[in-house]
Nanobody
Framework: QVHLVESGGGLVQAGGSLRLSCAAS????????MGWFRQSPGKERDFVAT????????YYANSVKGRFTISRDNAENTVYLQMDSLKPEDTAVYYC???????????????WGKGTLVTVSS
């Protein structure tokens, strides 16, 4: 069992930046592929980014590529999402995700956090 807690969401103006954090309660954090998804009202939960077990490989949705950066600190059991050049369409609840295997779909995620709200004003 992995317990995930997100933090760092909030209200920001378009063009601004936010850094999300996700703390994981597990002794085997480095055995999980970590990721972020987001969900807007009335829409499905969409893939944002994942990072491999050691952090040497990252994958991004086309919509955030070049603006968002995912990273992890295995010593601190934490994964981050640095979000720059934010747009109003980035407004969503952002969820931290974990699974022992690589994934790009919400259906393949084993563990979820409760989410943190990011609101980007125009």
């Amino acid at each position: 069992q992995v317990h995930l807690v997100e933090s760092g969401g909030g209200l920001v103006q378009a063009g601004g930046s936010l850094r999300l954090s996700c703390a994981a309660s597990t002794r085997t954090f480095s055995s999980y592929v970590m990721g972020w998804f987001r969900q807007s009202p009335g829409k499905e939960r969409d893939f944002v980014a994942t990072i491999s077990w050691s952090g040497d490989s990252t994958y991004y949705a086309n919509s955030v590529k070049g603006r968002f950066t995912i990273s992890r600190d295995n010593a601190e059991n934490t994964v981050y999402l640095q979000m720059d050049s934010l747009k109003p369409e980035d407004t969503a609840v952002y969820y931290c995700a974990a699974s022992p295997r690589p994934y790009y779909s919400s259906r393949s995620v084993d563990y979820w956090g409760k989410g943190t709200l990011v609101t980007v004003s125009s």
